[in-house]
């Protein structure tokens, strides 16, 4: 759905959620399993049971991970997803979905822990990519700088590519770590191979995809620190990060990616 259409579903939806006002309401099970009642959820939906699809959706979205944690990223990819989706057929969906965003961004500026406030950036940013409103990503991290800087810095990588996205590579540069991102790039990058290769002897089931996505990951991030490190003219600090890199791993993709960035340029996603 494309973002002019969401603002007018959601406008149109005021009227048919005051209209569904007084009606009965799904109500979880005594013992609710989230995996459960999101599948139940899109039953419902597949079905044109609309209003409790809805109403499941929200419940998963507040409580999944209370029952079970490992729901988590199900919680910001797939389940949103869904949800999203809903909206497209079921206008109050996507009402209950942006004012789901914003109480994400409220949390972010007034939690007291920064670790509340990367919970609800990260449902924010989630929310908002949705939306196709990355710029309010930056946004929201701007007025968060002004606000709360330790909190700032910790929810700083989940902004990242949108301050990126929106030219602030002096933010960027307040917040990269330089060096020391490096170093603990390094450092995780090396621990999850590691681990991989010991469950792959444990189990005799090889991890190729996990593997090449943990390839990805490193390679985009180290190539990203040393664009953003010359981009503010940090040029013999992005020479360092750059040799680290390049000795932690052998990589022909990696050393390529490295010299394009310290050329400037910022790898393609």
Same mark, same amino acid.
């Given at each position: 759905m494309k973002k002019a259409d969401a603002c007018r579903v959601i406008a149109v939806a005021a009227t048919l959620i005051a209209s569904s006002v007084g009606k009965a309401e799904w109500q979880p099970p005594e013992n609710p399993s989230p995996s459960q009642i999101l599948q139940e959820a899109r039953t419902d939906a597949s079905a044109g049971r609309s209003e409790d699809a809805l109403a499941k959706y929200l419940w998963y979205h507040d409580n999944a991970v209370k029952y079970n944690r490992s729901q988590g990223s199900v919680r910001r990819s797939f389940a949103l997803a869904y949800w999203y989706e809903l909206g497209a057929i079921y206008p109050p969906a996507l009402v209950k979905f942006s004012e789901a965003r914003d109480k994400a961004r409220k949390r972010v500026l007034e939690s007291e822990h920064p670790q509340q406030a990367w919970d609800?950036?990260?449902?924010?940013?989630?929310m908002s990519k949705k939306l196709e409103e990355e710029k309010a990503?930056?946004?929201?991290?701007?007025?968060?700088?002004?606000?709360?800087?330790?909190?700032?810095k910790k929810v700083y990588h989940l902004a990242q590519p949108a301050l990126i996205d929106a030219g602030r590579f002096d933010i960027c540069g307040e917040y990269l770590g330089g060096e020391n991102a490096? #170093? @603990?790039? &390094? *450092?995780?990058? +090396?621990?999850?191979?590691?681990?991989?290769?010991? =469950?792959?002897?444990?189990?005799?089931?090889?991890?190729?995809?996990?593997v090449a996505?943990?390839?990805?990951?490193?390679?985009?991030?180290?190539?990203?620190?040393?664009?953003?490190?010359?981009? #503010? @003219?940090? &040029? *013999?600090?992005? +020479?360092?990060?750059?040799?680290?890199?390049?000795? =932690?791993?052998?990589?022909?993709?990696?050393?390529?990616?490295?010299?394009?960035?310290?050329?400037?340029?910022?790898?393609?996603?």
């Open positions: 609800a950036f990260a449902d924010f940013k989630a990503i930056a946004e929201l991290f701007l007025e968060l700088r002004d606000k709360n800087d330790k909190h700032a490096i #170093n @603990g790039e &390094i *450092d995780r990058f +090396k621990h999850t191979m590691k681990f991989v290769q010991q =469950a792959e002897k444990r189990d005799g089931r090889p991890s190729r995809s996990f996505s943990v390839e990805r990951t490193f390679r985009r991030r180290a190539a990203t620190t040393v664009a953003i490190l010359v981009k #503010n @003219g940090n &040029i *013999d600090e992005a +020479k360092i990060v750059s040799q680290r890199a390049h000795d =932690a791993w052998d990589d022909k993709q990696l050393h390529e990616l490295l010299e394009d960035a310290l050329a400037g340029n910022l790898p393609k996603e």
